[in-house]
Every structure is written in structure tokens, then in C-alpha cells.
Nanobody
Framework: QVRLVESGGGLVQPGESLRLSCKASGFNFDSFAMGWYRQAAGKERELVATMTSLSTITYEAPSVSGRFIISRDNARNMLYLQMNSLKPEDTAVYYC????????????WGPGAQVTVSS
């Protein structure tokens, strides 16, 4: 049974940093590309960053490029998102999942991690 649990969210001021973690279980984590998504209030969920299964290729959305860094530890089934220079527009619930050609691996999604950037 696939399970994804995000953690590490919180309330920070603009310019500060946070590191999100995602614990994955129930599937062969090291066989899947993984990604971080976010959903702000009243908006659709959007892709933030992805990383291939062996960490060889990464993608960051233009809105976070140069500020957010995705990484993974396949030995621990963990996915991370280092978020630097946070802006108020980064406020959202952040989720991890495995992107597939026609959707995501875990349709039910995890609980997410709330990130609030406010002065």
C-alpha cells in the first residue's frame, strides 16, 4: 500500500528557509521519479520540482528555480525539498508524489505540509 507522509512545514518570514521531508513506503521508491507539488488556497495544485530515480536529472519550476533544491535518499525512502529565500507567494500546502505519464502514483495524496511565508 503506497503511503506518502510530508513533514517540515511551518510559519516563516520572507527570506527565510525551510526543509521539507517526505517519507515514502509501499512501493519501490528507487524505481520512481519523485516530485514536490504545492497547492495554494483557491488555486490548483502545481508541480514544483522533480528528480529522477537515480538523482541524475532534476526539474524546478521557473517560480522556484535557484531557490528550491530537491534531493532524495533512496536508502531511506526519503525525498527532500530545501526551500531558500522564501516569498509570500510560496505559501501553500506542499505534497510529494511520483509523477507518471498520465498522473501520479498515489491518487489519494498524503496529508501535505503547510508552508506559510508571512511577515
Amino acid at each position: 500500500q503506497v503511503r506518502l507522509v510530508e513533514s517540515g512545514g511551518g510559519l516563516v518570514q520572507p527570506g527565510e528557509s525551510l526543509r521539507l521531508s517526505c517519507k515514502a513506503s509501499g512501493f519501490n521508491f528507487d524505481s520512481f521519479a519523485m516530485g514536490w507539488y504545492r497547492q495554494a488556497a483557491g488555486k490548483e495544485r502545481e508541480l514544483v520540482a522533480t528528480m529522477t530515480s537515480l538523482s541524475t536529472i532534476t526539474y524546478e519550476a521557473p517560480s522556484v528555480s535557484g531557490r528550491f533544491i530537491i534531493s532524495r535518499d533512496n536508502a531511506r525512502n526519503m525525498l527532500y525539498l530545501q526551500m531558500n529565500s522564501l516569498k509570500p507567494e510560496d505559501t501553500a500546502v506542499y505534497y510529494c508524489n511520483a509523477p507518471l505519464r498520465d498522473g501520479v502514483l498515489y491518487d489519494a495524496w498524503g496529508p501535505g505540509a503547510q508552508v506559510t511565508v508571512s511577515s
